[in-house]
């Protein structure tokens, strides 16, 4: 990823949520230059302020990259399986829910995990 310029303001009205409906601060939005199995893609993203990932791929950038997850074979590929990634080895699980939970819609939960001895 290269950031290729500054973080653009975003309108006052731009407004983004979280699942339980929480109110989320748009700073922006920045030009991104994503590499995907040496395709470079770029795409336009917002800049948000307390989130757990680094990045987190919008369904509008799955819809412009015509992304096809296939949970079978664990594996995203993009713009008609012109490239594609793994998206997890099982031996790289690094954790577990402990029981089968459901999320109700617009909510948010804690939930008990499990790491596997391996990873101390």
Do not use: C, W
């Not at 950031?3 to 975003?10: F, G, K, M, R």
């Not at 309108?11 to 339980?20: G, N």
């Amino acid at each position: 990823m290269r950031l290729e310029s500054d973080i653009v303001p975003a309108p006052d009205y731009k407004k983004l949520y979280t699942a339980d409906g929480k109110a989320m601060k748009v700073f922006g939005t920045i030009l991104l230059f994503i590499k995907i199995q040496g395709l470079i893609v770029p795409f336009t993203f917002y800049v948000l302020e307390h989130l757990t990932h680094n990045l987190i791929l919008e369904i509008n950038f799955l819809s412009h990259t015509k992304a096809n997850i296939d949970m079978a074979s664990r594996s995203v590929t993009f713009y008609d399986d012109l490239v594609g990634l793994s998206l997890t080895n099982t031996n790289e699980t690094l954790l577990r829910t402990v029981d089968a939970v459901l999320i109700p819609p617009k909510s948010e939960a804690l939930i008990p995990v499990s790491v596997p001895p391996h990873f101390g």
